[in-house]
């Protein structure tokens, strides 16, 4: 996400907090518009199905979720009342999570309000953070599919880690697997991937998605032909990054992605806990 709209994001956000019985809340209206929904029936269906959420969590909805009148101009300087809802900082984290994680509103929301904060960097590397352990999840599911794909077509366990060794030996200018883990000082039994930096990681995901395109598309099978297409592709990959400059192979480690998971999952843990600390 880029830094502009991240700032943007967050004024939006801080502008839009307001003070409902000494409480920092959110309207439901101004909070449907900057979540990028068009129809309020369509953002309720949202709202609804985050005061499911709540219930399920055990929290009473009525505490974050309070029905409200809000003034609207209709013109000559008349006003009428409109039904709205004030949303806690807990009722908007629900409502985003909720939501689309593919539309940027929703994934800056997220974030914002599931950490207890008011300072944008924060914010900012909690987002880097979620990219992170998203890129590595989608590698994942990735490979599991490439496996699937060439176990079909004569390719073992043993057959599918020398074709993503080979891989990553294309990747990484030369450098295989265990160099590239002894580089980068990684512990023995973990795997490469979970230290890789997001760019990489992304790298190896398009590579990976590309040998189980072409390996359905060009009709492969056995270990030599699928290495071969994983090979070029991966060596393809590798050009473009060294056009634009990186040379992936000499990218830091990056912090451990299971720590940083545990860190995402800590922050969601407090939010709920303080919610139900603040109830007792």
């Known amino acids: ?21 000494k409480i920092e809340c959110w309207s439901a209206r101004e909070l449907q518009e900057i979540l990028g929904y068009a129809e309020w029936r369509n953002f309720l269906n949202v ?8 219930d399920n969590a055990g929290i ?3 505490d974050h979720f309070v029905d409200v009148n ?42 914002y309000f599931a950490v207890q904060t008011r300072k944008q960097e924060i914010i900012e590397q909690r987002l880097l953070d979620v990219d992170r352990v998203s890129a590595r999840d989608k590698l994942s599911k990735s490979e ?21 060794s080979k891989g990553d030996q294309a990747l990484f200018g030369g450098y295989s697997t265990q160099e590239m883990k002894k580089k980068l000082a990684i512990p023995d039994g973990r795997p490469l991937a979970d230290f890789l930096p997001t760019l990489t990681i992304k790298a190896k ?8 395109h072409n390996v359905i598309e060009k009709d492969l099978s056995g270990v030599d032909q699928i ?10 990959v590798r050009k473009i990054l060294i056009e634009r400059g990186v040379k992936p192979e000499t990218l830091p480690a990056s912090e451990d992605v299971k720590k940083i998971q545990r860190k995402l999952d800590g922050d969601e843990k407090k939010l709920l806990k303080d919610v139900k600390k603040k109830k007792g």
């Open 1 to 21: 996400m880029k830094q502009e709209l991240i700032a943007e994001l967050f004024q939006k956000f801080e502008e839009a907090c307001y003070l409902y019985n």
């Open 47 to 54: 709202i609804e199905k985050a005061k499911i959420s709540c």
């Open 60 to 62: 009473p909805i009525p």
């Open 70 to 111: 809000k003034m609207v101009s209709v013109g000559s300087g008349a006003e009428r009342a409109i039904e709205d809802i004030a949303l806690t900082r807990y009722a908007c984290y629900l409502i985003a999570q909720n939501g689309d994680p593919t539309k940027s509103e929703i994934a800056f929301a997220q974030t």
């Open 144 to 164: 599991k599919k490439l496996s699937g794909i060439i176990y079909e077509r004569g390719v073992d366990d043993t057959g599918f880690a020398v074709i993503r």
């Open 205 to 212: 995901d398009f590579a990976t998605e590309l040998t189980s």
């Open 227 to 236: 290495s071969s297409e994983h090979i070029e592709n991966n060596r393809a």
